[in-house]
């Protein structure tokens, strides 16, 4: 993942519970366990964070967790990008888990308390946006579907089935959608698919 100078400073900034200013960008405290990101003095995101300021101050830790993230929505580029960037990485090795991003470190050091341990049910209820939802755009949907048709193209060394096998993996896949007796979505398939991947240490 590449991360722009700006995200990297954000990002330690909420790691760390310290104060930022850049540029029309405010990172600061407003009691002891939240933490708000306003563009041009308007909140566009806040963080809520498991312990007291005064409890991580005097801890041997220099990077905290998170509970919550909660966006708002405003009519502003830069904060609606900045949202963007906090979505894909919050509750990640980047941001909440007690980790810094590290440019001299090419692989990201271990969480405090490893996600992939961590009950869905948990992740879900403490993974709360508030206001108004996210709208994926159809651009973004079509770009997804592009990337996943030719997968096993861009990631030829970790496409281990053969056709039958393959095969065997999507008629699987179409019987657990079409037998679960609730809604899902693409997101749900992916994230799902992921933490399941993540158990069983697919990405190492």
Avoid at 44 to 61: G, H, I, K, R
Avoid at 140 to 157: F, S, W
Wanted: charged share 25%; glycine share 2%; hydrophobic share 40%.
């Amino acid at each position: 993942m590449i991360i722009q100078e700006t995200e990297k400073r954000i990002l330690d900034a909420l790691n760390q519970r310290k104060y930022l200013k850049l540029n029309d960008i405010e990172v600061k405290a407003v009691d002891s366990r939240t933490t708000v990101l306003t563009v041009e003095g308007e909140k566009f995101a806040e963080v809520v964070y498991q312990n007291d300021f005064l409890d991580d101050a005097t801890s041997n830790e220099t990077n905290f967790l998170i509970d919550e993230l909660l966006t708002y929505v405003v009519d502003n580029a830069k904060a609606t990008k900045c949202k963007k960037f906090l979505d894909s990485v919050i509750f990640s090795n980047l941001l909440g888990c007690g980790v810094i991003y590290d440019d001299n470190v090419p692989v990201i050091k271990v969480a405090q308390i490893p996600v992939a341990f961590w009950p869905i049910s948990t992740i879900i209820s403490i993974y709360k946006h508030r206001g108004f939802m996210n709208t994926t755009s159809i651009a973004e949907i079509k770009g997804l579907q592009n990337k996943l048709r030719y997968i096993t193209v861009d990631m030829e060394d970790r496409a281990v089935c053969d056709d039958q096998q393959y095969n065997e993996l999507v008629r699987k896949f179409t019987d657990l959608i079409e037998f679960t007796d609730y809604k899902v979505d693409i997101a749900d398939l992916l994230s799902a698919l992921h933490d399941a991947m993540t158990n069983f240490e697919m990405y190492d």
